[in-house]
């Protein structure tokens, strides 16, 4: 997503995977708590992933790959993007 700054310049907002995670999650009508504990971990952590304070994990994105159906080589993909361009 682009964001319009001074000068009518554009600045890059990276994206990231839990933006998709979360679209996904409100799109099949799951609540993320619900998610979160079949998933085995707690409400907040799940949250955090989501609104990019957190990591995706291998573990997790498996997890998703598995009951949501996203690719998890695409998830750590968009993850290792959002990383390098953040730094």
């Known amino acids: ?36 504990k079949k998933c085995g971990l707690s409400y907040t952590a799940f949250n955090e992933v989501l609104n990019g304070k957190r990591p995706l994990s291998i573990e997790l994105v498996l997890t998703i790959e598995t009951t949501l159906g996203i690719k998890a080589d695409m998830l750590l993909r968009m993850q290792t993007e959002h990383n390098m361009q953040i730094c």
């Open 1 to 36: 997503m682009k964001e319009i700054t001074a000068n009518n310049t554009e600045s890059f907002r990276p994206f990231y995977p839990g933006e998709l995670i979360k679209d996904e999650l409100e799109y099949r009508k799951i609540q993320q708590k619900e998610f979160a």
